[in-house]
Each structure stands twice: as structure tokens, then as C-alpha cells.
């Protein structure tokens, strides 16, 4: 995900030991483990609802286990039944417990004699946390409505009752009902030219953790972008879409070179609409992506190296708890940036590194301690909060560390044996680590101490030594920056026409967090910032000419605010508004306007900042 892949079960399959007790989830895998998902969804548009189907085939470990415990939140449970080999069905008693906020109603199910098989007959919630019901006028098209799911962190138990763990993991196939014209997609071989009759079936040959379940259904053409890939999309916005990830062929093929096989078979994106709260979701074999990152050049292309580089490190490789997230992100980031290097230029490579390197250093400081670290003590870390920057970026700078002490060549080829020596297994950290030991720390002795090691992975902030790429266009950037503020250089006299999006975002970046308001007025004048198409550019403009009390570019920001539902690209621009009354009051009159449209991820997180915002006005 980016705020932004033989199914040789046998020796692969993890020790009983190896599942450790998950915070997040209610599943008892040392009980009884669910090896396959058989899915029966109806897709029901005016209740948004689905009327789901699911049988799980079971793994019972412990021949004392009496119950067969899952995670669901806000499902109306219909029926359970216990499945016979031949199919009778066999009723079984069960407790839905009260809901939990953060983790939803355990479900217990009373199944002493083991069944092979359970099913459950149940219905969603229009309110479930993993799923979003757009109405056609949320749409680019405005034809039909949407639906689209986001499982990550643990939204799944809401459209599905399952073990809702990245530890455990499942093949599944699906069979989904919907209205004629709607088409219908998963996490799983999508067929390009499947008749839009109203019935859609799936298979995922391949074990993956719940958070990777994902359906979505609307209004979609589907534009070839190579052998392997295509695009899905709007009809409008797909031929845009397959021009800006023309290179999707070319991007698994550099992969493969560097990290060997492609094991999912098609790697195909799926753009949704503008409300996604993400940049991209790595879904296998169909990711998710927002709309924001089609700007026309390609320079934002990133997200989906970073979604393609989950095939390999996340989806292939899977974080066995949400504390051990940054296997997932970092290891994908550092594999996105030479993705980006090989494809585009190791400058462009470098200026990424540096930005998400600069922004890191800028905030870790205010961070809680723990979370300050790339493995932080379980403790009081929610499942959705575990996917902080520091995941991302002191997870892949630890990588480009590791990069840098012991040559590409040594480095590469241990990424690859990891890879291989992993492939679709839930690991820890501390598996991680025990394979890094022996198979580079020690293999090259000399090029980094243990103790290192263990300050990137357990420690707080960024070790002193932590290496930077050079950029010498960053470098003249941060000149002109410093000259513009000081009044020796004027903002149309900005060498300034041919930046990158990443050039002003750095330019943007690296001004003070309350900057002058004549300045900021200067820039506007000379580079039309206000209104700008670009996602990226617009969110750190608006974000500091609210800051410098610039009223006159409310409107365009509330504009950006309504038509972006992505948190990443969002949430700066409320933070900025509340930070006075009379910010907080008209940032509340554009959310009442842009809250159907935002997905319940984002209305969540919009309305803590609005309850923070409150309490610090109070006081």
C-alpha cells in the first residue's frame, strides 16, 4: 500500500509456534487454522449490502479444540452450518459477542467434532468499515454506482467472517452475482473479456492473508497495457490511464531481473474513483489505485512500482503481525526506488529517496518513542496506526543502508535468496533477522556490526550515520529556496519552469511550516499554484497558504478537499484549516459537503482531527 509474488505448501507451511497471539485479531491458529475461502457473494447496490456465503475449509492442530473462533465486524449472521463430505449440512450453534470498536465481534463456534468444512450464511452492514457503496454521482462517469473494498489493515471480518490475520494465510475462489453492465472484479485472475451478464467466478490459486481479499464492481472498461496487463477503469479515464502505466510491462520485466520470478501470473490496475483513501492498494493480481496519480508525465508512476514491488515483499513475503508492517513497506519501498532508478533514472530515484528521507527526519522527533521504531513493542499500537511513515521510510533507508556497506552486487543477491526462502509465508522481524544473520552480516564480515543492525530495527530515530543520496538539482533548489525567502531572488526569476512534480514538492516541502504571507502570494502570482491539476503540488500549497492565512485560496483548497478522498493528499489540508476557529468552522462546512463521497477510512479520520482541533481551542 502506498498512504501509497507454487503453491509448494509442505515444508513451506509455518510451525505451530509461529503464530503468534495477534492483538488485532480474535483467531485461535493454534486451535484450528482455515486453509481455503469459498465465496458466494450477491452484489445488492440499493441496500448496499452483500449476501454472503462462506465456507471455510479447517485445519484443526489441537485435538482438545471445541470452537472455531472468527473475526467479523457489523455482520448479521444468518446461519452456520457444519459440511459433511457429501455435502449434508449439519447445524451449528454459535456467539456473536458484543462489538469492540477497534476490533469488531468475535464469533464462536461450537464445533467439537472438527467438521472439514463450516458455512456461514450472512449479510454486510451499508455501514461496513472495509467497503464503499458510491452512488452514481460520486462516479467520473455517473452511469452506474461503485462498490470497492479496502481490507487493509483489518477491515475484511467486515464483508467476510474469517481469521482476519496477516499470520494466516488461504487460497480462495469466488462466485459474485450483479446487475447486468456492472463488471465485477477481484484479487485474483480478472478475465479482461468476461461478459458483463451479471455473474462473475474467481479463483486465487495462491495462500494469501485476509487483507488481501478485495472486490470491486461498477462501471469499468478494461484496455490491454502488455502481455500480462491491463488496465480497469471508468471508460473515461481508462484510456488516460493505460497511456500513463504504459510501462507496466517493462516494470515487471526490471523486477524480475533484479528479484527474480513474477509468480502471480497477471499483474493488472484497477483505478478507482477519486474517494479511494489510498494511492494505491496492492491487491494481487489486481491493484487498486487512486485517480490522483494520472497527471499526464508519469511522474507519479511510483505508486505503482511500490504496488508492483508488493508481489515480491508483502504479498510473496507477508509482515506476520501489523507490528512487523515495515517487512512489508519498507523492503517495497526500497524495491519501488530501484524499480524507479532502472526505469526512469537514478536521479529521479534519488530526488524520491531524499524527499521521503527529508520528510522523516523533519517528523520523527514528534513521534512517540515506540513509534519511532522499525519493530515497536506491541503495545497500544492499533492495527490501522501501524502504518506510519516510519514503516515506509526508515525501513527502506535501512535497506539502502545495507545497500551501501556491502556493495549492489552481494545485496541483490541476498534480497533474491530472501525472497525465495520466504515465498508466500507470514514471517516476523525476528525470522527476518535470524536470515540476515548468517546470510550477509556474517557471510561479509566487517561491513556492519550486530549492534547496528539492531539500532535500525529496535531503536529510536535515525542512526547519525544513515546515508543520503546526493541531488545536485535538490541542492540548487535549496539555494533559490533560501535566496527567494531572504528577498534576493524573486519568484518569477525561480528557475522554475521545467521542475518536476517531485522538484516542487521538495521546493514546497522545505519552506517553513508558517511561512510569509507576501511570499507565499509572490509565488502564486508567478507559478499559478491555486487550482493546480497536480495532486501532489496542490496539497503542500493549500496546506501552506492556509497556514499564512491566505483566505483568498480557500475555495480552491475546499475544491481539492471535496474532489480527493485520499487521506494522504486530504487530511494535511483540514489539519491546517483547524488550527483556528475560524479555519475549524469552515473546514467543517466542507466535510458536511465532501463526507458522502469519502470512505469510512477517511470521515474517521477527519473527524479525530476535528475532535482534537476542539479540545486544543478549549484549553
Known amino acids: 500500500m502506498r498512504l501509497l509474488p507454487a503453491l509448494a505448501f509442505g515444508t513451506l507451511m509455518l510451525p505451530l509456534a509461529a503464530y503468534a497471539a495477534d492483538p488485532h485479531s480474535y483467531a485461535q491458529p493454534g486451535q484450528v487454522v482455515v486453509t481455503h475461502l469459498d465465496l458466494d457473494l450477491k452484489i445488492d447496490f440499493p441496500q448496499r449490502r452483500l449476501d454472503g456465503q462462506a465456507t471455510l475449509k479447517l485445519d484443526w492442530k489441537s485435538p482438545k479444540a471445541a470452537s472455531l473462533v472468527l473475526d467479523t465486524r457489523d455482520l448479521k449472521i444468518a446461519k452456520i452450518d457444519a459440511l459433511a463430505a457429501d455435502g449434508k449440512a449439519t447445524p451449528l450453534k454459535y456467539i456473536l459477542a458484543p462489538r469492540d470498536k477497534e476490533l469488531g465481534s468475535k464469533l464462536t463456534i461450537a464445533a467439537p467434532k472438527h467438521p472439514a468444512q463450516v458455512r456461514i450464511v450472512y449479510t454486510t452492514s451499508p455501514e461496513a468499515s472495509g467497503l464503499q457503496w458510491l452512488t452514481p454521482a460520486q462516479t467520473a462517469d455517473k ?20 481469521q482476519d490475520s496477516p499470520a494466516i494465510r488461504f487460497t480462495y475462489d469466488a462466485h459474485v452475482t450483479a446487475p447486468k453492465d456492472v463488471r465485477v472484479v477481484m484479487s485474483a485472475i480478472n478475465d479482461a473479456k468476461h461478459p458483463l451478464n451479471g455473474d462473475f467466478s474467481f479463483d486465487q490459486p495462491h495462500p494469501i492473508p485476509s487483507y488481501l481479499l478485495a472486490i470491486a464492481a461498477g462501471d469499468i472498461a478494461v484496455k490491454e497495457t502488455g502481455p500480462r496487463s491491463a488496465v480497469y477503469a471508468e471508460p473515461s479515464v481508462v484510456g488516460k490511464a493505460a497511456h500513463e502505466f504504459e510501462d507496466t510491462e517493462k516494470m515487471i520485466a526490471t523486477t524480475e531481473k533484479l528479484y527474480g520470478p513474477y509468480r502471480w501470473g497477471r499483474y493488472d490496475i484497477l483505478v478507482l474513483p477519486p474517494s479511494f483513501p489510498f494511492g494505491g492498494m496492492e491487491n494481487p493480481n489486481m491493484t487498486f489505485a487512486t485517480p490522483t496519480i494520472i497527471v499526464g508525465d508519469k511522474s507519479l508512476v511510483s505508486v505503482i512500482s511500490h504496488e508492483l514491488a508488493h508481489s515480491w515483499s508483502g504479498n510473496l513475503i507477508t509482515a506476520a503481525s501489523w507490528r512487523d508492517i515495515w517487512l512489508n513497506e519498507g523492503i517495497t519501498t526500497y524495491v519501488q526506488g530501484r524499480i524507479t532508478e532502472a526505469l526512469y533514472g537514478k536521479s529521479l530515484a534519488d530526488e524520491e529517496a531524499l524527499l521521503s528521507a527529508r520528510a522523516l527526519q523533519k517528523e520523527i522527533g514528534k513521534m512517540p518513542a515506540n513509534s519511532q521504531k522499525l519493530a515497536p513493542d506491541p503495545r497500544g499500537v492499533g492495527a490501522d496506526d501501524s502504518l506510519s511513515d516510519v514503516a515506509y521510510d526508515k525501513g527502506s533507508w535501512f535497506l539502502r543502508t545495507l545497500e551501501q556497506r556491502y556493495g549492489r552486487e552481494h545485496f541483490d543477491a541476498y534480497l533474491k535468496s530472501y525472497f525465495d526462502h520466504f515465498a508466500f509465508q507470514s514471517i516476523t522481524t525476528e525470522q527476518m533477522l535470524a536470515f540476515l544473520r548468517p546470510n550477509l552480516i556474517e557471510k561479509y564480515p566487517g561491513k556492519m556490526s550486530w549492534d547496528e543492525v539492531k539500532a535500525w530495527v529496535y531503536g529510536e530515530g535515525i542512526p547519525k550515520d544513515a546515508p543520503l543520496p546526493d541531488s545536485p538539482r535538490f541542492n540548487a533548489i535549496d539555494r533559490e529556496r533560501t535566496d527567494f525567502l531572504a528577498g534576493s531572488l524573486a519568484a518569477t526569476k525561480l528557475d522554475a519552469k521545467d521542475w518536476n512534480t517531485q522538484e516542487w514538492m521538495y ?54 478537499m471535496t474532489r480527493i478522498g485520499r487521506l494522504y493528499l486530504t487530511t494535511p489540508l483540514y489539519k491546517a484549516f483547524v488550527k483556528t476557529p475560524e479555519g475549524l468552522a469552515y473546514a467543517e462546512q466542507v466535510y458536511a459537503k465532501a463526507k458522502a463521497g469519502y470512505h469510512p477510512l477517511t470521515q474517521q479520520v477527519v473527524e479525530s482531527v476535528f475532535a482534537s482541533a476542539k479540545t486544543a481551542h478549549k484549553h
Open 507 to 560: 521546493f514546497l516541502d522545505r519552506l517553513p511550516d508558517v511561512a510569509p504571507l507576501d511570499k507565499l502570494q509572490q509565488l502564486d502570482a508567478a507559478w499559478h499554484l491555486t487550482g493546480t491539476p497536480n495532486a501532489e503540488i496542490g496539497m503542500r500549497w493549500y496546506s501552506h497558504a492556509i497556514a499564512a492565512g491566505d483566505k483568498a485560496v480557500w475555495t480552491a483548497a475546499a475544491e481539492h
Open 143 to 162: 452511469k452506474l454506482p461503485f462498490m470497492f473494498s479496502q481490507s487493509e489493515s483489518i477491515h475484511a471480518r467486515s464483508w467476510v467472517p474469517l
